[in-house]
């Protein structure tokens, strides 16, 4: 068991690293870009709210297994593998990391960064040093949901990789597998935890978005 904790905590953390990384620039740009193009990437990124998992875990399991694109590519196969569910992780958890950060970003509006521009700041420079801090609640939140959502996510994992203990056998796949064998103790102190820790993590959020309220006036 404590190697299926050890396995989620791992997921999550390098899955919303992933997402953080990736997350950022998409969100500035959509909060910013007068592109065209905007609504259908908008659209495209918010499709995992919606979408069944089951289906988006499918399409997944066709692009990273032996016959998909990537093998194509050399890469070879990531399904049944902790990069296979990584990816599943970022694609699903994507919409709770961008949204709230493109809001802080566009909350913020485009002023902070013209007052930059007229100091002769760099746009790299006015971005780390003015667009960052301001939008710092969306990151904190964006951050606190994309772990939370990586932890508790099943449909796309079980799709993409099953339940391989040490490897893709995480804590919502090892319920799955308790209830399944009729295992009841451990369903509930593995479901029980995951309640907890799904109110904790509610509650940090939402004191430290107080907190943090003020220094965005």
């Known amino acids: 068991m404590a190697e299926t904790v050890w396995l989620t905590l791992r997921l999550a953390a390098t899955a919303t690293l992933v997402l953080l990384v990736v997350g950022t620039p998409l969100a ?16 495209l990124v918010a499709l995992p709210l919606v979408l069944p998992p089951t289906v988006l875990g499918f399409y997944l399991l066709l692009a990273l297994g032996p016959n998909g694109p990537l093998a194509g590519l050399g890469i070879g196969s990531l399904a049944f593998s902790f990069e296979g569910i990584l990816v599943g992780a970022v694609v699903h958890s994507l919409p709770f990391v961008v949204t709230p950060i493109r809001n802080a ?13 007229t100091l002769r700041a760099r746009p790299w420079d006015a971005f780390l040093s003015v667009a960052v801090p301001l939008a710092s609640p969306g990151f904190l939140t964006g951050a606190v949901l994309g772990f939370a959502h990586t932890v508790g996510e099943f449909g796309v994992v079980l799709m993409i990789g099953g339940s391989l203990p040490g490897e893709t056998r995480v804590l919502s796949i090892a319920i799955f597998d308790y209830v399944e064998t009729l295992q009841w103790d451990k369903a509930h102190l593995l479901s029980g935890g995951l309640l907890v820790f799904s109110f904790l993590v509610i509650l940090a959020m939402t004191l430290l978005e107080k907190r943090l309220a003020p220094s965005r006036a």
């Open 28 to 43: 500035w740009w959509l909060a910013t870009t007068r592109s065209r193009w905007r609504e259908v990437v908008g659209a």
């Open 105 to 117: 970003f566009e909350a913020m509006g485009p002023r902070p960064m013209e007052v930059a521009a």
